[in-house]
């Protein structure tokens, strides 16, 4: 069940982050060559209407966000200011840890029941009741969006789910971090094998070990490790 | 007072640690809840219409196109030409990773990606070829910094997301510059390597010069692609960074062919996984802003500021002052988007031009990343070189002066962001 949803949450943002850009690019190459006079296909060309391209691109680009941001929850990629906690014992810093994921859930929370509110009351409730032939009476269809004529209660519940899933993100890691001492983070698998070599390219440079993110009780600083472990006159300036 | 409460209850929730973009909003939510009569809705429509406009779009994309750039050999082919063309002066290998550096910050609009891509292959060869592993990453740490000043930036999106500034324009601004400074990390790199004598490579011909240009030429051309795309006005930067993904896409994919098309999954979720961190900071960062506008406070802290006598000089060196020491607990995007939005109002007032304003806080920012606690790209080098921040701390510092006395040269000389873009009639 919760790989299913794991699964699903990143095929969601994966498509959206593809999907907008595919339609961007072929607006763009379709304005140019609706421009272009060559028969047959400058009419065809031109009998599209690509206006809506650029209002898709911004639907798909703000529920990439708020999911992603769900997604990042779970990949510890939200950067804070650790540095302070950070240089606080284990115990203490545990405390601020549980506090500050607690702080997450509990906006994402509200936002979201927000959310849901503004939803409901902007179409969504005409949209339930019609469906079901019940009396809609003076309840408010809604406004659509300007070029797609999508109802926007639909766009916007990108908002309600997005945060509700984001929470619960929050409460999960809170869970996990409670009971295990691990935050999730990139870095820990290096911890182990510190070997020579590159850097892979699919390094998550806001994922890192670094002061933006609070450190967990069970592993210790990957930085400090390798400033104790390696000798000190290794490769000194001046003697290549 | 509000000011007090709305900044003191920002600053406390940061420092425990808990996301930014998390803080910024429960700060909003709090000070709104607790102190006004605003409805509490409009902050829900807020979520979803703050991040709605088409610029914002554009960081994303951009991100998309440096994640194929850095996994596509385009950097490698830069690395190659760069090294052909200047690799046998003092400092060789290194002058080359300068160059190299400079050139990939062309095509990628953020810094750690640029250390990622060139790092990566220069640092190793570096160290065989003889250089000291400090040397290497010194070089590259801070000439990866390039990536947000030398267009595209994401960061410059951001300011433009903060202010309303032109993003065209901050690109242009953002040349010059980037040259400038690319020459001066290149000149303390020769000194350093001429002082200390070390490696240089053989002089490569001409015909080897051409055969490496022509094998970078697919990556180099995407320079066109950006620059002159927004430039010529055939795209809107957005466009140009939608472009810039699926040509980055085509070249690692079908003509380099160093990412498999299996692969490409992957490179969206991690660029969708980075781009909604920023999307989700910009969202509750225009939240924050929202509520200082309703306050009234960039007004209020602009009429004090003013009061106090603040010249221009002085309150350049202010913000100046104030961005490090922000760059010694958050990353770039942060700063731009919590500071600018108070700093601006102030800036237009002293008759400061919003786009030098702009490209001397990337300029700040660049400090930022490459300094301990946070920098970003002294913990990407880290993971590339196996050195510990201590000694990479070390490591930069020639480089980090360097760029030190250059934010001093921005900060006072404004000519020097200003002339190219006001040369081509961007801005007046």
């Known amino acids: 069940m919760m790989k299913v949803l794991d699964h699903l949450e990143e095929w969601i943002i994966t498509f959206l ?41 911004i639907i798909m680009f703000v529920w990439m966000a708020k999911f992603g941001a769900a997604y990042g929850v779970r990949t510890g990629i939200h950067v804070g200011v650790d540095v302070l906690i950070n240089r606080m014992v284990d115990s203490t810093r545990a405390k601020f840890v549980v506090f500050g994921l607690l702080a997450g859930a509990v906006f994402t929370g509200i936002v979201g029941t927000l959310g849901a509110r503004f939803v409901w009351e902007n179409g969504m409730h005409y949209a339930v009741f019609n469906a079901l032939g019940m009396d809609t009476g003076a309840l408010p269809e809604g406004p659509t969006t300007p070029d797609l004529e999508w109802p926007t209660w639909i766009v ?28 999730p983070h990139h870095d820990h698998a290096k911890v182990k094998g510190i070997d020579e070599g590159e850097q892979s390219p699919d390094v998550n440079w806001f994922a890192l070990d670094n002061d933006l993110h609070p450190h967990d009780t069970k ?11 390696r000798p000190k006159n290794n490769d000194q300036e001046g003697k290549p | 007072m509000s000011t007090l409460i709305i900044f003191g209850l920002l600053i406390a929730l940061m420092l425990t640690g808990m996301p930014i973009s998390i803080s910024l909003g ?9 102190m006004t009569q605003v409805p509490l809705e409009s902050v829900a429509l807020k979520l979803f219409t703050g991040i709605e406009k088409f610029e914002i779009m554009a960081i994303p994309f951009f991100i998309l196109a440096g994640n194929f750039l850095t996994h596509g050999g385009v950097a490698r082919r830069m690395i190659a030409f760069a090294t052909s063309m200047i690799g046998h002066w003092y400092g060789g290998l290194g002058l080359a990773g300068v160059l190299a550096c400079a050139l990939f910050a062309a095509v990628s609009g953020s810094s750690p990606a640029t250390v990622v891509a060139i790092g990566s292959i220069l640092m190793p060869a570096m160290v065989k070829a003889g250089f000291p592993k ?27 997301v903060a202010t309303n500034a032109s993003v065209g324009a901050l690109f242009m601004a953002g040349v010059l510059p980037g040259i400038a400074l ?82 490409v999954p992957r490179v969206l979720l991690a660029s969708a996984n980075m781009s909604a961190m920023l999307l989700y900071i910009i969202t509750n960062a225009v939240l924050f802003s929202f509520l200082l506008t309703h306050e009234n406070i960039p007004q209020e802290m602009a009429a004090w500021m003013l009061d106090k006598g603040l010249g221009v000089i002085g309150f350049l ?40 304003f702009g490209i001397m806080i990337v300029v700040n920012m660049e400090v930022g990343m490459c300094h301990p606690p946070v920098g970003l790209n002294l913990y990407v080098s880290s993971g590339i070189t196996k050195m510990g921040i201590t000694e990479l701390t070390i490591a930069v510092w020639p480089w980090l002066l360097t760029m030190l006395v250059f934010l001093v040269i921005v900060t006072y000389w404004p000519p020097l962001s200003l002339w190219l873009p006001r040369a081509l009639g961007m801005i007046p």
């Open chain 2, 317 to 356: 060196a202010m913000v100046n002052v104030l961005l490090l020491l922000a760059g010694n607990v958050m990353e770039p995007s942060s700063i731009v988007l919590i500071m600018a939005p108070i700093l601006f109002p102030v800036a237009v007032k002293l008759g400061i031009d919003p786009i030098h």
């Open chain 2, 26 to 34: 429960l700060t909003v939510l709090t000070f709104l809840f607790t």
């Open chain 2, 182 to 263: 690319a020459s001066m990390l290149g000149m303390t790199t020769f000194y350093r390597a001429w002082k200390n004598n070390y490696p240089r490579q053989p002089k490569a011909s001409w015909a080897q010069r051409i055969k490496a240009f022509r094998d970078s030429m697919w990556g180099l051309f995407l320079i066109v692609v950006v620059m002159g795309g927004i430039y010529s006005g055939m795209f809107t930067p957005t466009e140009a960074a939608a472009m810039s993904a699926v040509y980055a896409f085509i070249v690692a994919v079908f003509v380099y062919k160093d990412l498999t098309l299996a692969e």
């Open chain 1, 17 to 57: 982050m593809g999907g907008a850009t595919v339609i961007i690019f072929f607006a763009v190459v379709h304005r140019y060559f609706a421009g272009v006079s060559i028969p047959v296909v400058q009419d065809w060309l031109l009998g599209i209407n690509m206006g809506w391209a650029q209002e898709l691109c």
């Open chain 1, 219 to 229: 592993h210790h600083r990957i930085v400090e490790l390798r400033d104790q472990d």
């Open chain 1, 156 to 183: 916007y519940s990108a908002v309600p789910l997005g945060s509700y899933l984001m929470c619960f993100r929050f409460l999960q890691v809170a869970w996990r971090f409670v009971r295990t001492g691990e935050l």
């Open chain 2, 134 to 160: 400090r040397f290497g990453a010194g070089v590259i740490t801070t000439s990866g910094a390039l990536g947000i000043l030398i267009p595209p930036s994401i960061v410059m999106v951001m300011y433009a």
